[in-house]
C-alpha cells in the first residue's frame, strides 16, 4: 500500500483543516487507518484511528472532540477534519495503514510522506 497525505497548511488558532490521505492498491479496506503527528523535538505521536470498515473510531485524548476520523473505501481514502485547532497542534501529520486496532506507531505497516499543519496564535 502506498499512502500520500495532503491538505496541511497554515491556519489560525481556533480555524479548522481537512487532511486527506489517499491510497494506491486494492487492498486498502482491509487496513485500519492511523494518523500520528510529529513536532520539532518530539517523538511522533498516535493522533486517531478508524477500523478497515470505519465503524470503530479512536483518538487521542489531546484532540477528542475536536478532530474526526473518516474514511471512503470506494475512494481509497482516509480523511481527518481538525477543528478549534490550536498552536499545540502544529505538527507534520502522517497517515499509516496497519493490521489492526494500535496507538503504537511501530504497529503500522505502510506510512504517506507527511503533511505540515502550522498553527498561528
Known amino acids: 500500500v502506498q499512502l500520500q497525505a495532503s491538505g496541511g497548511g497554515l491556519v489560525q488558532a481556533g480555524g479548522s483543516l481537512r487532511l486527506s490521505c489517499a491510497a494506491s492498491g486494492r487492498s486498502f479496506n482491509t487496513y485500519y487507518m492511523g494518523w500520528f503527528r510529529q513536532a520539532p523535538g518530539k517523538e511522533r505521536e498516535f493522533v486517531a484511528g478508524i477500523s478497515s470498515g470505519g465503524g470503530i473510531v479512536y483518538y487521542a485524548d489531546s484532540v477528542r472532540g475536536r478532530f474526526t476520523v473518516s474514511r471512503d473505501n470506494a475512494k481509497n481514502t482516509v480523511y481527518l477534519q481538525m477543528n478549534d485547532l490550536k498552536p499545540e497542534d502544529a505538527a507534520v501529520y502522517y497517515c499509516?495503514?496497519?493490521?489492526?486496532?494500535?496507538?503504537?506507531?511501530?504497529?503500522?505497516?505502510?506510512w504517506g510522506q507527511g503533511t505540515q499543519v502550522t498553527v498561528s496564535s
Open positions: 499509516a495503514a496497519g493490521r489492526g486496532r494500535s496507538t503504537v506507531a511501530s504497529m503500522y505497516d505502510y
